[in-house]
């Protein structure tokens, strides 16, 4: 089963709140699914965006299970778990575009391929997530703190007020194992071309 596949299928089977079918099919009218997950850091490939989304979920669910145990349910609603994780980027749709550059290939140069950041609503990251998200259905706060936070201490904001994401992480635990689920995936599972 292909990313996409297994995007739509972990969407369909744990979200039914009002506003995610528009919110989907949304999603199917941008470049959602073939868009990278980022320039160069991980999964800087056509398709990584959706792939990254997908490796993200399965490792919040193993973290929430080994923090909260078999009941992290009790926790966190795996509804919320799923919104959090498979929608956290939709910052990133419409947001690469394809280019090519030279690059020097032994002594000669080549013209390659890569993809090049053009920002069409220049919001933010996080917080630009849930502004989009939530122009189609409510979010929770622990929900909106997650995804909004899920850059950690790599957020630019954090320079200006760091206090922020400490508060953020001290009142939604969730939110900081939302983070750690973002960073093992980037890390840990994803690859990325040069």
Known sequence: MGSREEFLEIFYDNIERDGADALLEW???????????STKSHSNYEGGLCEHSVKVYKRFLKLLESEYGKEWEKV??????????????????????????NVKVGDKWE??????????????????SVYIISSFMKLSREEAMAINWHMGPYDPRNSVVSYTLASAYKKFPTALLFFMADMQSTYL??????
């Open 27 to 37: 999603l199917e009218k941008t470049d959602f699914f073939t868009a990278p997950a």
């Open 76 to 101: 966190i609603s795996k509804e919320s778990a799923t919104i959090i994780a498979l929608l956290h980027d939709v910052c990133k749709v419409d947001f690469y575009v394809a280019d090519m550059r």
């Open 111 to 128: 013209k390659k391929p890569y993809y090049k950041v053009e920002d069409t609503l220049p919001y933010g990251h996080g917080e630009k």
């Open 189 to 194: 599972d994803e690859t990325t071309v040069e």
